[in-house]
């Protein structure tokens, strides 16, 4: 961006020369005049306007600001907005104005603006703006910015200042001094446009309104609009906060003496851990189900198609709307009250019953194309992670129960996305639902996160192993792939997860058994929307192809 300074800070909000510099110059020795001490008590009163409290100077200064809307709107093209906040293209938003609070919920952060989308008010009987009714999605404003979000259009936020008691102008979102009226403040993108119901009004109405989330592109800089002596409290730290975290992190499990296998296979890293029904079968190899992490190659992750295209078109899908993430209802024991998940949520293919109420929104026939490439590549996890386990079982010539662990995969007909943000996550439970299938297997995307597996108490695991008796913990970065086979391992352990970064998305898959669901309606339900359309059944992942292999 370019760093012009419009020299205007001492001109006034009509741009002519200060009246005040013109007094200076030619003072009057004569008495004031009653009209002169009028004018005197204005200013003096005008002064008493302006908060006591002095604003901080801020961290850096504007790249571009000054004290004419005009002359700011003749010097960046993506606000030329000479009347009206926002400014579009095609149909598409490109520059908005904020001058300050539209309701007390609004912010403007280091890094994150959350605001309203203005327009479709009313002129009031006192002659002020107000809502007649619920904010409409065919609104110019609402129509451009959903646009710019949908296309990842950068949005160049220009601040203003509005008039607070007499003759005194400040910008109510910020606690900082601005010489000039008008100041670009940085480059954001659009990461969410919701409706929610808007503060009452003086008339007592109250109607549905959008409100928008952005969020500043560079996150390197400290934001110039920072008070002075807080620039620190405005940095992230990019190690752990950012949405693909590089640093490889060790994977590590707390119990050593838990058998583990590790293999190559088409493009991945393949750890399979086995665990014992208590503790005392940990020295014999006897195990009741297998948990197997395959971790992907740098080219796995990169490559067009690959798994940061994945992550890419799930973050879309969110924002348009495609996969609708929400916060659920719990049933929480102890706990009188409904209570809402940590996490969001949405469930496609057949229903999946269990502690949180998730309808599900579509089938896998009209699941968006980013669904059924994740359905694709769990299969083929899930298939190859149950023949390793049946493998070892014959290498070794244990004797397992092929109930809860069958050396046969069964395909999955469900699917439930999970959307994590800073620090939430989902504690300790097991998928033990009756209608579950014996593979369950998750796909992380973004941040990483932490995965703990710990004995139940009722089986034995009371007094062993490590504090909070964690039998297994891991890390799952960006692309990771965990499968869990054996039914049960939900009977004998508790599984958690908790995010590190500041967006993970877990897609899992699993195997709902029509047979074990009583109601027929849901039961009909459940197979029409589990079924994979024979283009995708077409499609299947089989691992990375054997040329682009690293
Ligand atoms: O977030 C994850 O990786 C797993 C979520 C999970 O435990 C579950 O869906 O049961």
Redesign the pocket.
């Known amino acids: 961006m370019d760093s012009t300074i419009i020299p205007l800070a001492k001109s006034t909000e009509s741009g002519k020369p200060g009246r005040r510099a013109q007094k200076r110059k030619a003072p009057s020795s004569k008495k004031a005049s009653p009209s002169q001490k009028k004018r005197k008590t204005q200013s003096i009163s005008r002064k008493a306007a302006i908060p006591a409290v002095p604003l901080a100077a801020p961290a850096g200064e504007p790249p571009i600001s000054s004290n004419i809307r005009a002359a700011l709107c003749d010097s960046i093209q993506y606000w030329r907005a000479h009347q009206g906040g926002i400014q579009s293209k095609e149909k598409i938003a490109t520059g908005m104005l904020l001058n300050g609070k539209t309701t007390p919920r609004d912010v403007l952060g280091a890094q994150v603006i959350v605001t309203t989308v203005g327009g479709g008010l009313k002129s009031g009987s006192d002659g002020k703006h107000i809502r007649t009714e619920d904010q409409k999605e065919d609104g110019k404003n609402y129509v451009a910015l959903k646009n710019a979000m949908s296309v990842g259009q950068p949005i160049g936020i220009v601040i203003g200042k509005q008039a607070r008691g007499k003759g005194g102008y400040v910008n109510n979102l910020l606690d900082i001094d601005l010489s000039n009226h008008y100041n670009v403040l940085d480059f954001f993108f659009i990461t969410d446009i919701w409706s929610e119901l808007q503060p009452v009004q003086k008339d007592g109405s109250r109607f549905m309104h959008y409100a928008i989330r952005l969020q500043r592109i560079d996150l390197h800089s400290t934001a110039w609009w920072v008070p002075q002596g807080h620039e620190r409290d405005a940095l992230i730290n990019h190690e752990a906060g950012l949405a693909l975290a590089k640093k490889k992190t060790k994977f590590y499990e707390v119990d050593a003496r838990i058998l583990r296998t590790e293999h190559q296979v088409a493009g991945y890293q393949v750890t399979s851990l086995y665990l014992p029904s208590t503790p005392e079968n940990l020295n014999n190899g006897e195990f009741i189900g297998s948990v197997t992490i395959f971790h992907p190659s740098e080219t796995t992750r990169t490559r067009k198609e690959g798994l940061n295209d994945l992550f890419n078109e799930m973050q879309r899908a969110t924002r348009m709307g495609d996969v609708k993430l929400q916060r659920h209802p719990a049933f929480c024991r102890g706990s009188h009250k409904e209570e809402l998940t940590s996490?969001f949520s949405c469930n496609m293919g057949a229903d999946y019953k269990?502690g949180v109420v998730v309808e599900t929104s579509n089938g896998f026939e009209t699941a968006p194309d980013l669904v059924m490439k994740a359905l694709s590549r769990l299969t083929w996890s899930g298939a190859t992670a149950v023949a390793l386990t049946a493998d070892h079982v014959a290498r070794n010539g244990l004797s397992t129960d092929s109930i809860s662990m069958p050396a046969e995969f069964i395909d999955f007909n469900e699917q439930?996305m999970?959307g994590?943000f800073e620090d939430s996550q989902?504690s300790f439970?097991d998928?033990g639902e009756k209608e579950l299938g014996p593979t369950?297997a998750?796909l992380?995307l973004g941040s990483p996160?932490v995965?703990r597996f710990r004995g139940k108490k009722k089986s034995g695991f009371e007094d062993t192993i490590a504090a909070g008796n964690v039998m297994l913990s891991f890390v799952?970065e960006h692309g990771d792939i965990?499968i869990m086979h054996g039914t049960k391992i939900h009977k004998y352990y508790e599984?958690?997860?908790y995010?590190e970064g500041i967006r993970?998305f877990?897609l899992?898959c699993r195997y709902i058994r029509p047979e074990m669901i009583s109601d027929p309606e849901r039961r009909k339900k459940a197979i029409v929307n589990g079924k994979v359309p024979i283009y995708w059944q077409k499609q299947a992942y089989k691992g990375e192809p054997a040329n682009i292999l690293d």
């Open positions: 996490h269990f439930l999970l994590y989902i439970h998928d369950v998750t992380s996160s995965m799952l965990v599984h958690a997860v995010a993970r877990a899992t």
